[in-house]
């Protein structure tokens, strides 16, 4: 019998595939989106990529929300779902999951070489854990202990309204709003959020070409100030998003930065502005003092997530 099993990450901007086998992950397969009309065409490149092999198990996670067996991209158009997945891997009972699901789920296995601290802290034994990260969109869950194991959130946090802590943040949320109504999280904390809040800090430019996120990240790296401010914006917002997170789940156990953004940015992430509001939540400044934040360096943290799923429903 086969124990081969396919794992598949598909997000708004890459869709990432490989095989697992015996605890070990294949070198996996990244495809752009846009490159495919739809996931079934991805699904078939991306296994006839890999190698013809017949699978005994298959999992994905997807940006969006889970519905009756389906994941229609938040900002995507492509919709995932577990009859595609079937039909393209032969395998009757396929995993569907949210993108931070998954996340969520390869906390357990990731060690001090899979991350970056950020500022002081200690974990604390078996208490939740919070994960954030902005890509395309803005992910969040969280792993909640249990009597009988670990649980997961499948949520859409992303999409909480984004307060202000100052007059400079108050016009720049009018700014915002004056473009799309409800200003989320995920309007500014992502990778069209950073685009969005750059022409928000510079209105005086709103007439020239809008500067998308990598050119942003690119001239923060060269020194530019504009950029640099952006850069440091979006890091004290990311900070103060994810201290209410940490609140909110009373995650003593860490908050893990994950996504397509923060890891890849390295020294240009403000460590020191995330921190700052990651903890400035007056009388609970010491309560998250306490918590440590680490940003996930591993480099398919999901696809360990999914395989760590795959187990726990292999013993079900």
Request: glycine content about 12%; proline content about 7%.
């Given at each position: 019998?086969?124990?081969?099993?396919?794992?598949?990450?598909?997000?708004?901007?890459?869709?990432?595939?490989?095989?697992?086998?015996?605890?070990?992950?294949?070198?996996?397969?990244?495809?752009?989106?846009?490159?495919?009309?739809?996931?079934?065409?991805?699904l078939a490149h991306a296994l006839h990529t890999l190698g013809a092999r017949s699978l005994h198990a298959a999992a994905m996670c997807a940006a969006g929300p889970?519905?009756?067996?389906?994941?229609?991209?938040?900002?995507?158009?492509?919709?995932?779902?577990?009859?595609?997945?079937?039909?393209a891997t032969g395998v009757a009972r396929p995993l569907l999951v949210n993108d931070f699901t998954a996340l969520a789920a390869?906390?357990?296995?990731?060690?001090?070489?899979?991350?970056?601290?950020?500022?002081?802290?200690?974990?604390?034994?078996?208490?939740?854990?919070?994960?954030?990260?902005?890509?395309?969109?803005?992910?969040?869950?969280?792993?909640?202990?249990g009597t009988h194991g670990e649980a997961i959130i499948s949520g859409e946090g992303g999409h909480v309204d984004l307060a202000a802590a100052s007059a400079e943040e108050d016009a720049i949320l009018v700014r915002l709003r004056a473009r799309f109504g409800h200003v989320s999280a995920e309007r500014v904390l992502s990778g069209g959020g950073l685009a969005a809040l750059f022409a928000a800090?510079?209105?005086?430019?709103?007439?020239?070409?809008p500067l998308q996120a990598q050119a942003i990240a690119a001239r923060a790296a060269d020194g530019d100030a504009a950029a640099l401010a952006c850069v440091r914006q979006f890091c004290a917002w990311l900070g103060a998003v994810a201290g209410d997170l940490a609140l909110t789940l009373g995650a003593r156990g860490g908050l893990y930065v994950g996504g397509g953004i923060v890891p890849a940015w390295g020294t240009l992430f403000?460590?020191?502005?995330?921190?700052?509001?990651?903890?400035d939540k007056g009388r609970y400044r010491e309560y998250l003092r306490a918590i440590p934040t680490y940003i996930i360096t591993a480099p398919q943290p999901a696809l360990i997530g999914l395989q760590?799923?795959?187990?726990?429903?292999?013993?079900t």
């Open positions: 019998m086969s124990d081969w099993a396919l794992l598949a990450d598909v997000g708004g901007t890459n869709a990432r595939f490989a095989l697992a086998r015996g605890g070990r992950i294949g070198t996996p397969v990244t495809l752009a989106t846009e490159d495919f009309a739809d996931l079934p065409q991805a889970p519905r009756d067996g389906a994941i229609a991209l938040t900002n995507h158009p492509w919709q995932a779902s577990e009859a595609a997945l079937r039909a390869a906390l357990p296995a990731l060690g001090s070489q899979h991350l970056r601290a950020l500022g002081d802290g200690v974990p604390e034994s078996g208490a939740a854990r919070a994960v954030i990260g902005p890509g395309t969109g803005l992910g969040v869950s969280g792993l909640l202990p800090m510079q209105p005086q430019d709103a007439t020239g070409t403000q460590d020191a502005v995330f921190r700052q509001r990651f903890e760590r799923l795959l187990e726990q429903q292999r013993r």
